[in-house]
């Protein structure tokens, strides 16, 4: 059965600098994995995917993510943080006929 | 191209009534899914249609259903409605033309609070 661990509920980074957000996951076959973002009374927004190919995937407002199949990881990352990326990240690999989410990450960039 | 559209976008109840939501995938998709999220357990998957057929159904009681219509709009209904149905539901459309490859987009949600 597919799983996913967000180990952290929430992380706090200074605006300008980097950021990560982490994610493990537990799939059967090949791992399609997703990340989305959720802002205050919104509904879930796509980032980014990895379905295959370069481990490296770049998606909307600068985000990138890095794919490593050894750790069964899938790390969210951002080379430089704005107050404007605080919100609620979930990612979620593609199970059997759904996506399973993580609990989400809050994340919180100061001024 | 349209995103989504759930409506309506908030709804009050009061126990044992029953509630129907709707929603309006991106044209062209033909798979809808529905999740519910709480705060206490997170993002739920409800259930998935496709071509009108449910395709997976996820853990929730039988007052959850629904249906598809054949222009890919869904509706979720949930009867006798209870303290602990009150959540975000959202809705999610993609294309569906081979396994996960495809994105799924979410709509804006419906705020159900059952009194």
């Known amino acids: 059965a597919q799983s996913v661990a967000q180990p952290e509920d929430q992380v706090n980074v200074a605006e300008g600098n980097p950021l990560t957000v982490k994610c493990t996951y537990s799939?059967?076959?090949?791992?399609?994995l997703f990340w989305y973002v959720q802002y205050p009374n919104r509904g879930l927004q796509f980032l980014l995917k990895?379905?295959?190919?370069?481990?490296l995937v770049k998606g909307s407002y600068g985000f990138e993510a890095e794919f490593n199949k050894s750790q069964t990881s899938f790390h969210l990352k951002k080379p430089s943080a704005l107050v404007s990326d605080s919100a609620l990240y979930f990612c979620?690999?593609?199970?059997?006929?759904?996506?399973?989410f993580g609990t989400g990450t809050r994340l919180l960039v100061s001024p | 191209k349209a995103g989504v559209t759930q409506t309506p976008r908030y709804l009050i109840k009061t126990r044992g009534q029953q509630v129907t939501l709707s929603c309006s995938p991106i044209?062209?998709?033909?798979?809808v899914s529905w999740y519910q999220q709480t705060p206490g357990q997170g993002l739920q998957f409800l259930f998935e249609?496709?071509?009108?057929?449910?395709?997976n159904k996820g853990n929730f009681p039988g007052r959850f259903s629904g249906r598809q219509f054949s222009n890919s709009r869904s509706e979720m209904n949930v009867s006798t409605l209870e303290l602990g149905d009150s959540a975000l539901y959202l809705c999610?459309?993609?294309?569906?033309?081979?396994?996960?490859?495809?994105?799924?987009?979410f709509g804006p949600g419906t705020r159900l609070t059952v009194l």
């Open positions: 999610a459309s993609r294309l569906a033309r081979t396994g996960w490859t495809d994105t799924q987009y």
């Open positions: 044209s062209g998709h033909r798979s």
């Open positions: 249609y496709f071509s009108e057929t449910q395709r």
């Open positions: 799939v059967s076959g090949n791992p399609y």
């Open positions: 979620a690999p593609a199970g059997f006929q759904k996506l399973v």
């Open positions: 990895y379905i295959t190919g370069d481990n």
